[in-house]
């Protein structure tokens, strides 16, 4: 469980967002929505220890991670989150095995044509038989598909995704949501900041990160975020 309380973030003079309170449970998919510059990625970005917080907390399992020391920030980011971006984020000169060897540190620990689960995730998002392939070689939805499949591999217990389906087709789109949502049922949190009113709808739970509210939930009571927002 997630509970974000107090959260606030400014920029020199400029807040985003203030005493933001939500709650994410496992198993939950989350949309943060809002218009272009509100602060969702930071938002994101927060959440996964990539940019510090003003005040708040962020408990993760009753443990507030805006604390933890540099070290145990990094083992934190390496042992539970995932990450989706828009443009990928993979290493483009290497093969799509290589880029799921990474999320398991798989090439030091087992042999090639060993590694567990590599093969199953491929599949699942229908790049089976192609890990021999350079990255930079394929196309946007494929290179997504391969973010996807690093993200089965490595089973994390939150997902943190950046607008993953900004430049990406219906299909692809419908894999990217549907693959969050496997995840989702293994007991995976997944937070999506999006644009897109279909994957936003696809998701339990839609928090305003403009208003600091949530603006639609399947989920009952726990999620409950009434926060403040200035520009
Ligand atoms: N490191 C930084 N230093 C100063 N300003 C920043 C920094 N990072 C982000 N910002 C600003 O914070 C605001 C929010 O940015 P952010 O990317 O979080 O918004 P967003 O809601 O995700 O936008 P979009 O929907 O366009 O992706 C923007 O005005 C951005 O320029």
């Known amino acids: 469980m997630i509970s974000i309380e107090n959260l606030s973030k400014s ?3 400029r807040t985003l967002w203030s005493e933001v309170n939500l709650t994410i449970r496992p ?3 989350l949309a943060l929505v809002g218009p272009s510059g509100t602060g969702k ?18 408990l993760v399992d009753g443990h507030d991670i805006t604390r933890l020391s540099i070290s145990a920030r990094r083992r934190f980011r390496r042992d539970n989150l995932g990450y989706l971006f828009q443009n990928y984020a993979l290493i483009d000169n290497a093969t799509i095995a290589a880029n ?6 798989a090439g030091r620990l087992r042999p090639a044509g060993r590694r567990a689960g590599h093969h199953e995730a491929l599949e699942r998002v229908g790049l089976a038989g192609r890990e021999k392939e350079k990255v930079h070689y394929l196309s ?3 290179q997504q598909r391969v973010a996807l499949a690093r993200l089965i591999v490595k089973k994390p217990s939150l997902v943190l995704a950046d607008e993953p389906t900004g430049a990406l ?7 990217v949501v549907d693959v969050l949502r496997d ?20 998701c339990d739970t839609a928090f305003a990160v403009d208003t600091g509210h949530l603006t639609h939930t399947t989920l009952p009571e726990v999620n409950v975020g009434n926060g403040s927002h200035r520009q």
Request: one cysteine or more.
């Open 11 to 13: 920029f020199g003079p």
């Open 27 to 29: 198993e939950e998919m």
């Open 41 to 58: 990625s930071t938002l994101l970005n927060c959440l996964g220890l990539l940019e510090t917080t003003d005040s708040g907390r962020i």
């Open 100 to 105: 799921l060897d990474v999320a398991t540190d």
């Open 140 to 142: 946007g939805g494929e």
């Open 169 to 175: 087709d219906k299909d692809n789109t419908a894999l």
């Open 183 to 202: 995840l989702s049922h293994t007991g995976c949190a997944v937070v999506i900041a999006t644009h897109q009113d279909h994957v936003r709808d696809s």
